[in-house]
């Protein structure tokens, strides 16, 4: 009997000596937030770069950016003359119409026009004159900033 009752005493330490060696399954977050971190980071410069696809040479000038809550509506004229509603060729003509169809702030939305630097001055002219006495008044010149060496 006293054999017995040795028995258990020993077995009992052995099933708490395997308790504390049971493997611990938990996840490690930490790689998962470098991806990320990384992905975010990328994200914040690329989409900048993809908001408008028509390609213009800008001109430099000393103004400072503007703060945008909202993605404004951006109409473009290429060197060539043509006009782009966002990416889309459009005619002056049909301009206010269209951009009248897609401003979701009415007359508040912001429009910025982008013209290349050796567009004719008039056409760039011509484009804003139709939007602002169509009723828009947030209207911006987009231009890059001036670098200083």
């Known amino acids: 009997m006293a054999m017995a009752s040795q028995n258990t005493g020993g077995g009992a330490r052995r099933r708490r000596r395997s308790r504390r060696h049971v493997p611990i399954s938990e996840i490690n977050v930490t790689p998962f937030v470098d991806v990320m971190l990384v992905l975010l980071i990328v994200f914040m410069v690329a989409a900048p770069l993809l908001t408008v696809g028509v ?51 009415g007359y508040e939305e912001r429009i910025y026009i982008r013209g290349d630097k050796t567009t004719d001055y008039g056409i760039v002219m011509k484009v804003m004159a139709r939007v602002s006495a169509s009723g828009y008044r947030r209207i911006g010149l987009v231009t890059l900033q001036e670098q200083t060496q």
């Open 55 to 105: 390609p213009i040479d800008l001109p430099e000038t000393e103004a400072k950016s503007l703060n945008s809550e909202t993605q404004p509506i951006t109409i473009s004229v290429n060197q060539s003359g043509q006009i782009f509603l966002q990416e889309t060729e459009i005619p002056l003509e049909e301009l206010v119409a269209k951009l009248d169809a897609i401003a979701k702030n």
